[in-house]
């Protein structure tokens, strides 16, 4: 639900539906509450039901990528067995993803694309077309 809700097209719809604030977060929201409000957002006619998918899959995850390889969490020498992401295994990409996380003490993920956006979103923190972080509480 973070990665959907926080990708940037679908906020601005449910923005739109006034299933979320304009400027920040509710702090109140829990992880039932933003369910729900997807919920009615997918059921009302009052939007096409186009929603965006994680942006730019593949470039996004070159970007990161590349930041755990600069990092020393990927070698920088691509295998050719188990490719999955970028010419890594799912195993090394995963233990990668959420080392970085641990060490730069990101928020916790229970998933690959959860951890991924944690870090994009970091690495692009300084981008001034980015849009705030949605965050609600588990």
Not at 1 to 26: G, W
Not at 78 to 97: F, L, P, R, V
Not at 112 to 121: E, P, S
Request: aromatic share 8%.
């Amino acid at each position: 639900m973070l990665c959907f809700v926080n990708t940037a097209d679908n906020k601005n719809i449910l923005r739109k539906m006034d299933l979320l604030p304009e400027a920040s977060p509710e702090a109140s929201d829990c992880s039932h509450d933003v369910k729900e409000k997807l919920r009615a957002a997918f059921l009302s006619s009052a939007y096409s039901g186009q929603w965006q998918q994680q942006a730019a899959a593949a470039n996004h995850m070159k970007s990161i990528i590349d930041v755990l390889k600069n990092t020393g969490l990927l070698s920088k020498e691509k295998k050719t067995s188990g490719e999955y992401c970028h010419g890594y295994s799912k195993d090394e990409s995963s233990q990668a993803i959420k080392e970085y996380a641990r060490e730069r003490q990101l928020p916790p993920c229970k998933t690959f694309n959860c951890f991924a956006w944690r870090i994009g979103a970091r690495i692009h923190s300084e981008d001034p077309s980015r849009q705030g972080t949605v965050e609600f509480r588990r």
